[in-house]
């Protein structure tokens, strides 16, 4: 039963996730500009 | 080609595999040859998995696709970093901790033998035949425009990518990769700054970003409800998220190159890199073909892009009817000239009724192009019904040959053939270390020496790299290649993920209600793509999702059948 044990895990938020959303939200703005500012 | 372009793509690839056989011989223990010693770096393992994602079609068929349809691929991409993040925080833990060297191991220590094995199956079933495709892809299109003989190439490509992975394992994968990614970045760079260069003039990087934009090639975002639709937000973030969760998450030859990582958190910033580098790089790489739409609004271009469609049509009946329509795309071509010259003009002056005016003529010849190529199409496929008439994957390796200087034709040829052989020795070097564990080492009555495992997994990788140049010899090309890989991804990935998803958040469902229903499940969705119930895109959180339902009410009544409510 050990190894199902380990299974279990607490769930924890890193800065790097953060950056991770940040910088994709960031990315699709972005490509929202590019596309609305050539048409 | 030139001798030059020999050199370079010769020597590009002799020193990568070179390097990778040299550098990583002599692997004793399966922690070495499986896991690379557990030892990599964070942004080895980053290069790594990008490399093993990008192969040769992400390089000859994502520029086509934005020349033909814009950029809306990119959104395919969206779900990706969140996918990254959920395998950092719950999956790379889990993983580490149990130190497995297969990801179907976890599945035996939560649920049982029968499950791990079905899954292992599944894997290798799928990703033995995209194996096959990772070679053949750029082996069919070499082929037709160098006139390179396709089994030969297919067969040189292989016995490469073989040469090092079983030699070296996981580690002359990383090592290579490496590399590859450098010739690839450079290269893909050379070409979009030589594609810039040879612009008019007088048109400005941001100038071809207006063209590009005036005919839609710049409609990256679709927010439609449409599930028909292959490319929109909403099916990136969500279909996208699901196919990468369960690609980087389940997939052994992705979890095998975060497995090698030195720690967690070396694994870890290794998934987060590719999540912030990824849609970056597509975008430039469909940005890349973008602009070579540009190019050829001012140079001239063949009807249709696939040198043997065009042959086929011009040796059939329908050769007159075909050089009336090249006649005709010639005419456009000059309409289009103009019509460019005087948007850049109008845009020059800021005269914006001129601009508006200029813009729906290059529009509406660019359409009539359009629909002349269309109209190519159709007679290639009556003049030759079996011949490729969709020109995606041509259009890039058309512009390499025929506009690049010497020298940077066999640099863009080493960055298609390196992409081809990174993500094919992963898959090798995955395909060979579930066979051998997995199946092989898992079933065995008596344990033998590491040794004897090392060289089994050496044997399996070799065996599987022959069935991929069988498979590449054998295949035969449909729709678009990159589509063809992703929807034999999509098939088989929605089930596996919604089992690993059991095997994390619900304790309480068990291995024989896990293994009918990832049965049950497979059977449907394999039904509900050849009946086209859905976009492919779509089937992976479909099969996900009905996994996971199958399961909870197989458990529920396997529980109500053994222990039945006791009557007042």
Redesign the interface.
């Known amino acids: 039963m050990k190894s199902k044990d380990n299974l279990e895990d607490k769930f924890t938020w890193k800065r790097e996730y953060t950056m991770v959303l940040v910088l994709n939200t960031l990315y699709i703005l972005i490509f929202l500009y590019i596309m609305k500012s050539n048409i | 080609m030139a001798l030059l372009d020999w050199i370079v793509l010769g020597g590009t690839l002799f020193f990568i595999v070179g390097f990778g056989v040299w550098k990583t011989k002599g692997s004793n223990s399966v922690d070495d040859y499986v896991r690379g010693g557990s030892d990599a770096k964070w942004w080895t393992i980053g290069l790594s998995v990008m490399a093993t994602q990008a192969s040769a079609i992400t390089f000859l068929s994502t520029p086509g696709q934005a020349f033909h349809d814009g950029m809306g691929f ?1 959104q395919f991409y ?1 779900g990706l ?2 996918a ?2 959920v395998i ?3 999956f790379i ?2 993983y580490h ?2 130190k497995v060297f297969t990801a179907y191991e ?1 599945l035996e ?2 649920f049982d033998l029968k499950t791990r094995t079905l899954t292992a199956i599944l894997f290798l079933i799928q990703r033995g035949l995209a194996a096959g495709i990772t070679i053949f892809a750029p082996s069919i299109i070499l082929s037709a425009v160098l006139g390179w003989d396709l089994r030969t190439l297919n067969i040189i490509i292989g016995t490469l990518v073989i040469a090092y992975t079983v030699s070296g394992g996981t580690k002359a994968v990383s090592v290579t990769q490496k590399q590859q990614m450098f010739i690839i970045m450079v290269g893909m760079f050379f070409a979009f700054f030589f594609i810039l260069g040879s612009l008019p003039a007088d048109i400005s990087f941001g100038e071809a ?2 063209i ?3 005919n839609e090639k ?4 679709n927010f439609d409800f449409d599930t028909k639709n292959r490319y929109t937000f909403w099916s990136g973030i969500t279909g996208g998220f699901f196919l990468a969760l369960a690609y980087f998450g389940t997939d052994q030859s992705q979890v095998q190159r975060y497995l090698s990582g030195k720690s967690v958190r070396e694994s ?2 290794g998934l ?1 890199f590719n ?2 580098l990824k ?2 790089m597509q ?1 430039f790489i469909l940005l890349v073909g973008v602009m070579v739409f540009v190019f050829y609004q001012y140079n001239s271009s063949p009807l249709n892009f696939n040198p043997a469609a065009t042959e086929a049509v011009l040796t059939s009946e329908y050769a007159d009817n075909y050089k009336i329509l090249e006649e005709e795309h010639l005419e456009l071509e000059q309409q289009k000239r103009m019509a460019q010259n005087d948007y850049s003009a109008a845009l020059k002056l800021k005269d914006y009724n001129a601009i508006e005016q200029a813009k729906l003529n290059v529009v509406q010849v660019n359409k009539e192009e359009r629909i002349n190529r269309d109209a190519a199409k159709t007679l290639i496929s009556e003049a030759s019904p079996n011949a490729e008439t969709n020109d995606k994957d041509y259009v890039f390796i058309h512009f390499i040959l025929n506009n690049l200087p010497r020298g940077l034709i066999g640099l863009l040829l080493a960055v298609i053939l390196s992409a081809a052989m990174s993500s094919t020795a992963s898959e090798l070097n995955a395909l060979g270390t579930i066979t051998a564990l997995d199946l092989y080492k898992r079933n065995k009555s008596k344990e033998f020496s590491q040794k004897h495992y090392v060289t089994a997994t050496k044997w399996f990788t070799l065996i599987w790299g022959i069935i991929a140049i069988i498979i590449a010899c054998v295949a035969n090309l449909f729709d678009n290649l990159i589509q063809l890989v992703n929807i034999i991804g999509s098939i088989f990935y929605g089930n596996v993920l919604g089992i690993f998803l059991l ?2 958040f619900l ?1 309480f469902v068990k291995g024989n209600a896990v293994f009918i229903a990832a049965l049950v499940t497979q059977a449907i969705v394999i039904l509900g793509w050849s009946q086209d119930w859905m976009s492919y895109l779509w089937l992976n959180a479909f099969g996900c999702g009905l996994v996971i339902i199958l399961a909870i009410l197989l458990e529920g009544l396997d529980r109500t059948l053994r222990n039945p409510p006791i009557k007042a």
């Open positions: 990119v969206f970093p969140l990254m993040i950092c925080a719950v833990p889990i901790r149990l976890l220590k939560r970003l207006k590009a934009g005036a710049l409609d990256i975002l870890q910033l987060i999540g912030i849609i970056p975008f095997a994390f304790k």
